[in-house]
């Protein structure tokens, strides 16, 4: 299984919004970047839980799809975009990049870079600006 196919059952996992799968998916000592240089990194399976819960708490459909990849050893690097319908109806897409290191077969490092400011102002109805509808309009693999 490459760590592509790996991380796509995440995805997977993700969008089925199954917890359980998502975070065994995971080593125990897992350090997740969830907002690289926005915010603190959830380290180990209790922190990525809550983050989780938390950020899930107030979402509907989620449409995660993934542009590119590339893996090199036991890293995975993902230009794609987080993709969901918030539960008061507001569509948000946020393009991003991810880097995704592998102990063994599990995910030990999780890096994602992405603008919050996007995802923000699209919070406050402002809507996919024209360069976000652009990068997040093309196919996925």
Do not use: C
């Not at 907002?35 to 399976?45: C, D, S, W």
């Not at 919070?123 to 509808?133: D, I, L, N, S, T």
């Amino acid at each position: 299984m490459t760590r592509m196919q790996q991380f796509q059952s995440v995805i997977d996992a993700w969008k089925r919004k199954d917890i359980e799968a998502v975070l065994g998916a995971m080593t125990d000592d897992v350090v997740w970047h969830y907002a690289a240089a926005i915010a603190p990194p959830a380290r180990g399976k209790a922190e990525a839980r809550a983050f989780i819960e938390a950020f899930g708490a107030n979402i509907g459909e989620v449409r995660w799809r993934i542009f590119h990849h590339s893996e090199t050893g036991d890293r995975l690097f993902v230009e794609g975009v987080d993709e969901y319908t918030s539960l008061d109806g507001i569509d948000i897409a946020a393009p991003y990049a991810g880097v995704i290191e592998f102990r063994g077969d599990k995910i030990s490092g999780w890096r994602d870079y992405v603008d919050r400011g996007t995802i923000d102002r699209q919070k406050a109805g402002e809507g996919w600006p024209e360069h976000v509808r652009e990068l997040v309009g093309r196919p996925a693999q």
